[in-house]
């Protein structure tokens, strides 16, 4: 199995389990609050939302990764000058390591590891194929 399809593999994993663990959610009373950019949101345009185990909520945009801990934003991009470096600022996917709790992302460079506590990315996956 190829590079690709282990990356496509693994995100159709995370999107799959998605679906499955909203369709058997209990119904609560749900309470939604627009966050944008002027809020310190990277960019409005987001491509996956997820709660991890400490109750942080993750936004994979196309301007980076964004931690929301209910008061305000933590950015991981691509720019050098905030020291948080994400290999590709188009984050498509995350995914949880529960043990760590660490975070795999889908990123149109490729599949990219995120240690939370010393904020390090491996580009773990390149999207690119080799010949």
């Keep these: ?68 801990d209910g008061y305000g934003f933590e950015t991981y991009n691509n720019f050098p000058s905030t020291g948080n470096n994400v290999p590709d600022n188009a984050v498509t996917c995350l995914l949880e390591d529960i043990k760590k709790p660490n975070f795999w992302l889908g990123t149109h460079q490729g599949l990219v590891y995120f240690d939370r506590y010393k904020k390090r990315f491996s580009l773990v996956l390149s999207k690119r194929i080799r010949s």
């Design 1 to 68: 199995m190829g590079r690709v399809h282990i990356f496509i593999s693994i995100c159709l994993l995370i999107l799959t389990g998605n679906i499955f663990f909203q369709a058997n959610a209990q119904e609560e009373p749900l309470y939604f609050e627009h966050l944008t950019r002027d809020d310190g949101l990277s960019s409005n345009r987001v491509n996956y939302i997820a709660e991890d185990s400490l109750g942080f909520i993750w936004f994979a945009t196309e301007e980076g990764l964004n931690k929301f």
